[in-house]
């Protein structure tokens, strides 16, 4: 099997029955697997709510490590749309020319010093970790060198290599965050930090701990997943190189081959809501202050819904995927992953002839009865000019 294919393990469930089970930390979820279903559950927030113990609706669940309520990921309407109004334009910021023009500069910067290697690069860690969090400071509007500090945690910000979850790993962040709140207060400037601060709901000043959920939910919400994101779609290229020239031939569709992806790597599996009353899922019995999950990658794969789901298909026309979430919780950082994911294809068809792997290592999610690949733990490459 090629590295870059990603099989569909909610196939069968999905058609059969509509949802799946798994048991996340003696706190059972009912997966849901069908579009139109996790649209409807999502768009059902006085049912399914996000609003529930902070780290809960995380799947795996962070309510152990974490007690900062994620804003405005874990808030409900009509709160979750006082926040989201509060930092929507800020989010929006990836559109503007001299941010794209800056962001061009970073991932030139990145192909560049693959390509000019000797040997073989480790993608995960040496361009993918690298290129994120050299973006992230144009998100933020901090200096780039500050880069280096978030580049030194590793790929995962609460897992370790023997734990899904690592709560002294995951302080690291927390008290990172709260040391720059601390300092911002002191010296406020035009970054992110400072605009929260400045910044009112209801007619008050927003708390260190709300700008800290704020925080946490920009450097976890977008780490992972846009890493994953770069090294399947190097991956992808690697082992498709007449759709590496595609591009090459055809530049116009490069912002459909995003989109598509996006959609068939899923580089975030599910996320979950807790159940206000009795309910059901496709005619599955689920009680109250019980999870489901939105599952966006069985979603994705949807065969009703896509057609050849379980093949990329660059210039696919009618793609309603969900990676980013649906309805009002949709991902505030999809805008910046976009032009990442847009600006490195038209990088690379300007700078690579083709790609060889070398070696990958899967990075192999276990989800109750499923097993999905997600991504890759390493994938060392060759980058040939």
């Not at 999905?14 to 048991?23: A, C, L, S, V």
């Not at 057609?307 to 309805?327: A, T, W």
């Not at 990958?360 to 999905?372: M, P, S």
Request: charge should be negative; include cysteine; hydrophobic fraction near 35%.
């Amino acid at each position: 099997m090629k590295n870059s294919k990603f099989s569909d393990p909610f196939n069968k469930a999905r058609q059969e029955k509509g949802y799946g089970e798994m048991n996340d930390q003696d706190d059972p979820v009912t997966m849901v697997l069908r579009l139109k279903d996790v649209r409807k559950c999502a768009h059902n927030w006085k049912t399914y709510q996000s609003g529930a113990a902070p780290g809960r609706i995380v799947i795996p669940s962070e309510v152990h490590i974490r007690d900062t309520r994620q804003i405005p990921f874990e808030v409900d309407p009509p709160m979750h749309k006082t926040y989201r109004d509060l930092i929507e334009e800020w989010f929006k910021r990836p559109l503007l020319p001299e941010y794209q023009a800056q962001l061009v500069n970073i991932i030139e910067d990145i192909v560049d010093e693959a390509v000019t290697k000797n040997g073989s690069v480790e993608v995960v860690e040496e361009f993918a970790l690298r290129l994120q969090s050299r973006a992230l400071t144009l998100l933020l509007n901090i200096p780039y060198e500050e880069s280096e500090t978030w580049i030194s945690w590793g790929t995962h910000v609460f897992r370790s290599e023997d734990s899904a979850l690592d709560g002294s790993k995951a302080n690291i962040l927390y008290d990172y965050i709260d040391a720059q709140i601390e300092n911002v207060l002191k010296n406020p400037g035009k970054d992110l930090y400072s605009v929260l601060l400045n910044s009112e709901v209801n007619d008050r000043k927003l708390t260190k701990e709300e700008v800290k959920g704020v925080m946490i939910l920009t450097f976890a919400g977008g780490r992972d997943t846009v890493i994953n994101s770069i090294t399947n779609t190097i991956a992808y290229f690697a082992e498709h190189k007449d759709s590496l020239q595609l591009l090459k031939d055809d530049p116009e569709i490069i912002g459909k081959a995003v989109e598509e992806l996006i959609r068939y790597f899923a580089p975030l599996t599910q996320m979950g809501r807790v159940a206000t009353q009795d309910t059901a899922v496709c005619e599955h019995a689920v009680k109250k202050d019980t999870r489901i999950s939105l599952c966006w990658a069985s979603a994705n794969r949807d065969e009703t819904v896509f057609e050849n789901p379980n093949e990329v298909v660059l210039d696919r026309k009618i793609n309603p995927h969900i990676s980013f979430g649906f309805s009002h919780h949709k991902c505030l950082g999809a805008t910046h992953a976009r032009q990442i994911m847009k600006i490195l294809l038209q990088v690379l068809t300007k700078k690579v002839v083709s790609i060889d792997i070398i070696d990958a290592q899967e990075n192999i999610e276990e989800l109750g009865e499923f097993k999905r690949k997600v991504g890759f733990d390493s994938l060392s490459v060759k980058f040939n000019k």
